[in-house]
């Protein structure tokens, strides 16, 4: 819990509330993902109640149904929750494969370097350069006839955007690490290859992954809604998800019928708000040259007998006399005033 | 040549494209052939007998060994001949040619939107770190970008197309569409009807462009308020800057012409990398406006499952993505000596 809080402590002012707000949205999703069944009134492809009455078609929020109904009978609100399920699960799934496969071998390739590099940069370049969506449709226009249009197929088909960027970063991380001296040292002390990258290598390059997982996360809610809406997304009768009822709604429109439309729409404008502010904020906290520091207030003439940090008595050795510095990492709530500049 | 200069970081960047144009191309056509199913039956499978499919396959010669299919793929392309589709007999160019237009001009459009917007709001931002206005700019980024196109045009096309009149479907009203098509001149529509001096036309195909312009111009945005607002607040920390405020120049004077301009350099290179980006964003835009352009088409192909016209218009997409980049490079060149360096 420490650790996770950790960025929040060391921001401050507007990007500490940023991703305060960022956090809050996103555990609002992770909420609804996990307890779906007990929030939703309804399954995500039920189309009676309880009493084996169906739904009155495209009836407006109220009642029973607290965003009203859409054009497959289906209860809008309980789609929304439910397509909450639907997309932490595929992104998740996607982020979390193409982490795995993209630091393996970029490790391998930063490590062992040669041809075996110098192939599998071209391709991942290759890769990287094209329309992220493009991509995805090319995916999923291919698994269609082996995979269907689930789960799986979808986040197969984000995998394959996601996976150059962790592929590079490693990559580069790895060529940069390989000749710092403490591998060096491992090296000369014998250690095999396996433990030099698994060791050494893996626990200094892992480091900005947090970084990009999120930020990737935000564009892959994203880009599952975009397949959904193209109709080369996850079907309706396997999960719910936004995109596809979007793209329902597209018809609804024009006759002024805008709740099957604006509920899942928000939520995936949410969603991806959430996860961009928690991704910019562990961003900004990572990278140094865009953090803003609280920086410790400099005290003048200082009480006799205090030290200073380094634990020199005040007015003595290579502080100037009477002031003391206190040490800059220590920027809780209570250290000082936040200095503009 | 001197390191350094110009024409030899042209020859280094040039010879870098020719292994990415390989590459690409291998992974579009494997991708596309490895697909269980030939393109023949996968598009024709239910409508025709074996006999015929059969025929058909080896009319097109996708009975032979797929490595010489392959090459003769790479010949093609080096002549820029894309194929024909199955579904229709269409040649692929040709279908570049008629739709590539309307993307031209919607994507050219929405850029416009969002460099005139995000470019003076990411300056604001930036200028004015963590005020009021800088957290609403910021929270308006990223909920821009963060807004899926499809969303945004359905948004608009809800409420503010009929209170403002604007149309919602297409990029002409039919008629229009009947009378520019008919004598082509550059396939760009809008082009043509300003050069055939139909003035009554272009203001109707200038109106279709509102609204997903708008849509796709509001992704973009996003994208420029923070790469500005990001540059200026890194400018601004330079020592430069800070020995500018050191001669006393006036702090607005410091931002506009030490930091903002100097903050604008990395602009041309997101414009660049932002051009795949916004094919993305643009087939979405197309198809919530059934806007006739590549995108839309794309799908259309998708649809019947025609693989060799989803292969044609995936290379030659991959192609374009190429060509803008290495354009971008170059133009970054010229503007900043120290990208040739690198």
């Known amino acids: 819990m420490r650790r996770l809080l950790a960025p929040v402590r060391a921001t401050t002012g507007t990007a500490r509330w940023l991703l305060v707000a960022g956090m809050l949205i996103v555990a609002l999703f992770v909420v609804f993902a996990l307890f779906a069944d007990w929030i939703a009134p309804f399954g995500f492809n039920q189309t009676t109640g309880a009493d084996g009455i169906k739904f009155e078609k495209l009836s407006p929020p109220g009642g029973a149904h607290l965003f009203g109904v859409n054009d497959l009978f289906f209860d809008v609100y309980s789609r929304v929750v439910w397509g909450a399920r639907t997309a932490l699960l595929v992104v998740l799934l996607s982020v979390l494969i193409s982490v795995v496969l993209g630091v393996a071998l970029g490790l391998l390739s930063g490590y062992v370097g040669g041809w075996l590099d110098r192939t599998l940069v071209l391709v991942m370049d290759a890769v990287y350069a094209l329309p992220s969506l493009l991509l995805a449709i090319v995916f999923a226009f291919l698994l269609r006839g082996t995979l269907g249009s689930g789960v799986a197929a979808a986040a197969l088909s984000l995998t394959v955007i996601y996976l150059p960027q962790y592929f590079r970063v490693v990559r580069n991380t790895t060529v940069s690490a390989r000749e710092a001296t403490y591998v060096e040292a491992a090296r000369a002390f014998g250690a095999s290859n396996t433990t030099i990258m698994g060791r050494y290598l893996f626990s200094n390059v892992i480091q900005s992954v947090p970084v990009i997982g999120t930020l990737n996360a935000a564009d892959a809610i994203s880009t599952l809604a975009a397949l959904g809406f193209l109709g080369l997304g996850i079907q309706p009768n396997e999960a719910s998800e936004w995109g596809f009822d979007l793209s329902r709604a597209m018809d609804d429109a024009a006759s002024g019928i805008w709740w099957t439309g604006l509920f899942p729409g928000l939520a995936i404008v949410l969603l991806v708000t959430g996860l961009t502010l928690v991704g910019e904020g562990l961003n900004e906290t990572v990278n140094p040259t865009l953090r803003k520091r609280r920086f410790a207030k400099v005290e003048m003439s200082e009480p006799a007998g205090r030290t200073d940090p380094l634990g020199v008595p005040a007015g003595v050795g290579a502080t100037p006399a009477g002031v003391a510095v206190e040490p800059v990492a220590d920027w809780g709530p209570e250290s000082g005033e936040e200095a503009a500049r | ?342």
């Open chain 2, 1 to 342: 040549m001197r390191a350094g200069s110009l024409p030899r970081y042209l020859l280094q960047r040039l010879l870098l494209v020719i292994p990415m144009i390989l590459v690409l191309l291998t992974l579009v056509f494997f991708l596309l052939r490895v697909a269980p199913g030939d393109p023949v039956t996968a598009t024709l499978g239910d409508r025709l007998p074996q006999e015929a499919i059969d025929a058909r396959r080896a009319q097109l010669g996708l009975d032979r060994p797929l490595i010489v299919q392959f090459f003769e793929y790479l010949g093609q392309v080096a002549t820029l001949n894309f194929g024909e589709a199955i579904s229709d007999n269409q040649p692929i160019l040709g279908v570049v040619r008629d739709n590539g237009g309307a993307t031209l001009t919607l994507t050219l459009g929405a850029f416009l939107f969002a460099l005139l917007v995000g470019i003076p709001l990411g300056r604001l931002a930036g200028r004015r770190r963590d005020s009021a206005g800088d957290v609403v700019i910021r929270i308006f980024g990223v909920v821009s970008y963060a807004a899926p196109v499809f969303f945004v045009g359905l948004l608009m096309q809800m409420w503010l197309a009929r209170p403002l009149g604007l149309p919602t479907s297409g990029i002409a009203s039919p008629r229009v569409m009947f009378t520019v098509s008919a004598e082509p001149i550059t396939h760009i529509l809008l082009v043509d009807a300003i050069l055939q001096g139909n003035w009554a036309a272009t203001g109707d195909i200038l109106v279709h462009h509102v609204l997903p312009c708008l849509a796709l111009g509001l992704l973009l945005c996003g994208i420029f308020i923070r790469l500005v607002r990001v540059n200026l607040l890194q400018t601004l920390q330079a020592d430069y800057v800070e020995a500018a405020r050191a001669r006393g120049i006036p702090e607005k004077q410091v931002v506009k012409k030490h930091a903002f301009r100097n903050a604008l350099v990395p602009v041309v290179t997101v414009i660049g990398l932002q051009v795949a980006l916004t094919l993305s964003g643009a087939v979405l835009t197309e198809k919530t406006f059934n806007w006739p352009g590549l995108g839309f088409k794309l799908l259309q192909y998708i649809e019947v499952r025609d693989y060799i016209a989803v292969q044609g218009i995936v290379t030659f997409i991959a192609l374009l993505v190429v060509v803008m980049s290495l354009v971008v490079d170059v133009v970054n060149a010229l503007i900043d000596p120290r990208v040739r360096y690198q």
